[in-house]
């Protein structure tokens, strides 16, 4: 079986230095174009349509999995899914194409020997690079674990999904004080070994600055135009979701629509005998159906 044609091998660990060039070209002419996404088919298809590198995060909870947030997604998820974005990817024309996973809820906060077992668990699946949340010493202390192993590490800093429940309003750095703090969390993750840091729902003013004053790549979701790349979840830009969508999405299809008018006329033509048609099965030869005719009899 062609591993470019298909979903079913398994993947090699990669190499992850070159798959990542892609992330140290600060001064790249071109933003660099992030998704976020959950599968094979779609991984594929972004890798087809240019996209620069792909995100398996914890976001499948809300838009996947059906959780409420994302603190209930946990390793066999993150590992599965990312497993089947790398046979995605793969299998399209652009097979080396970066893919980073989400170190899910709690992988990260026990001890070294755990941390190190579930990074290690991402990158055998093929992820070129994890993902940690936050700035606190826990985190810090995990990223600098794990680049001293030689896993690369991307950071993420503003609004952080996983830790959601001690949020009281989703846009960080209004003030000063906000502000700074974020500055100083984004130097003391370079300083641990990230080699990129997403940047989610902050003031345009704050994600500027700290992409002018860090060497790793700043990728932005609801943070301005002033970062080093965007990222957005598949279903959002495809318009998958019901409802309307956040403020800092833009929807490039109605890809709910779309696919609900398909569902509806699968069953419409179900249900009035339409589907399926002499053309959407086989039938015996003459000879043999009445050969079987006569062996019954």
């Known amino acids: 079986m062609n591993r470019r044609t298909a979903f079913g091998q398994s993947p090699k660990l990669p190499a992850m230095t070159a798959s990542l060039k892609t992330f140290s070209e600060k001064q790249r002419q071109k933003p660099l174009a992030m998704v976020s996404l959950?599968?094979?088919?779609?991984a594929s298809l972004c890798c087809e349509a240019g996209a620069d590198a792909l995100l398996v995060g914890d976001s499948m909870g809300n838009v996947v999995l059906g959780y409420d947030n994302t603190v209930l997604v946990d390793m066999d998820d993150i590992a599965r899914h990312t497993a089947a974005v790398v046979r995605g990817a793969k299998s399209s024309p652009r097979p080396d194409v970066p893919i980073v996973a989400d170190m899910p809820f709690g992988s990260y906060h026990g001890g070294a020997g755990e941390t190190a077992a579930n990074a290690t668990r991402l990158l055998r699946a093929g992820a070129h690079a994890i993902k940690v949340e936050g700035a606190g010493d826990l985190a810090l202390r995990a990223i600098e674990q794990l680049t001293q192993m030689g896993a690369p590490v991307m950071g993420h800093l503003g609004f952080t999904p996983q830790s959601v429940l001690r949020f009281e309003e989703i846009v960080q750095g209004k003030t000063a004080l906000d502000a700074e703090r974020l500055l100083q969390e984004a130097r003391r993750l370079e300083a641990a070994g990230c080699f990129a840091v997403v940047l989610e729902a902050m003031t345009e003013e704050v994600a500027r600055r700290i992409t002018d004053e860090v060497r790793m790549a700043t990728i932005g979701i609801g943070a301005g135009i002033g970062c080093d790349g965007q990222v957005l979840v598949w279903h959002d830009l495809a318009g998958l979701l019901p409802g309307k969508p956040f403020r800092f999405v833009r929807q490039?299809?109605?890809?709910?629509?779309?696919?609900?008018d398909a569902a509806r006329a699968y069953v419409n033509e179900v249900q009035s005998?339409?589907?399926?048609?002499?053309?959407?099965?086989?039938?015996?030869?003459?000879?043999?159906?009445?050969r079987w005719g006569r062996d019954e009899g």
């Open 38 to 42: 959950y599968d094979a088919p779609t």
């Open 252 to 260: 490039y299809a109605r890809g709910r629509e779309i696919l609900l």
């Open 273 to 290: 005998g339409v589907f399926p048609g002499s053309a959407n099965g086989w039938t015996m030869s003459d000879d043999e159906r009445a």
